[in-house]
């Protein structure tokens, strides 16, 4: 029964069981039309309806300026690692065609899997039509000099120069790390010099659980749905105006060929309908935020995801003192999202998420490439169940 149960799992994750009751009842008849909405057209009524709400909230959420176009798409974060190199080395094609392979790139700041995977994705589709430049690997920076515990110094970056630069990129909360631009958000003073290139952020794993800061800074945002808002086949983006280029009158000009589904500007002229959407993540996910709405937004959900891992990070950091275990992240970068630690003793951590398990406390593993354990604490997440994780934590160790 799912009221036994605590899901801590990174993506997909929980949601609210009563928005998730709601949708089961438009799965089998929509507005009372005697037809579920994945049985409608997308180009019916009801569904442009769903369409423009799911704009508009998402909008009036994190304040999005009228610069931005609100667009949903299929094909995930991943997909989005490839979209994002095709448009924007088309858009700098546009805006610089004279430019030599070796001198147009594209800036990667690399904290943690993702961006990495996001930067390897790069290297393979510049297609020898660009380069991808490592601006920062964390990694460097790190305690150990392997793992990615930090979002480093704006002084150990190594921007390109700015006309060169087709975009810069970041992720914004490292899912698998637990590596987060937190406490200080993306340095933007860097950028406020010359010229700005268009700056892009991967925002999976901390969309719509607290306001973006400079939002109107960012070229393009863009998050999966499976984690804070919805299940997996929504992608989300926030895309500026400038970005939206014609990709063939850039392929005339010696960039490589962009598949329509993937132009940004084709979304953008067919507000997200050129082909079938992904409908019913669309619903739960507008539902879900109809649910935030009426809780009171952004700021009150704010406060609580603060408080969430205020508490747990507390409970650690005092059992890292004590020598039972270590926070994989180093302070002023850690996670509100996504807490990774390890017990030094591993038959302790194997007590602990057995004990955890036996009290319906799930999905507590971490990642199968960094192993330890992974809280995340998405918005679904309340704070009564964190502290029902701490006590499970005190009491397997004997506290
Ligand atoms: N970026 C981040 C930060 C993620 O957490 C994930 C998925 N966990 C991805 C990208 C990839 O998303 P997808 O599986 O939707 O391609």
Redesign the pocket.
Known sequence: DRQQVVNFG??PSALPTSVLEKAAKGLLNYNDNGIGLVELSHRSKDFAKLNDDLESIIRTQLDVPSTHHILFTQ?????Q?SSVVMNLLARHTLLHPDLKPEERVMDYIVTGS?SK?AYEEANRLAGGKAVANLVVDARRTSKDGKSFDNVPQPSEWKLSPAANTAFIYY?E????DGVQFSDSSFPHHLLENSFNPPLVA?Y??SFMSRPIPRIADHALIFA?A??NIGP?GL?ILIVRNDVLVDVDAAYKLGANPVPLTMAYKTLADSKSLYNTPPMFAMYVSLLVLQDIQAKGGLGPLEEVNRQKQAILYDVLEGYEEKGILKLKVQKGSRSWMNVTFEFVDKQVEKTFLESAESKGLKQLKGHRSVGGIRVSLYNAITEEQVKSLISVLHASLGA
């Open positions: 990174a993506g094909g995930g974060g991943s997909g690692f993702w995977k992720c909360n490292e899912t698998v991967d999976s794993s999966g499976q984690k997996s992608t």
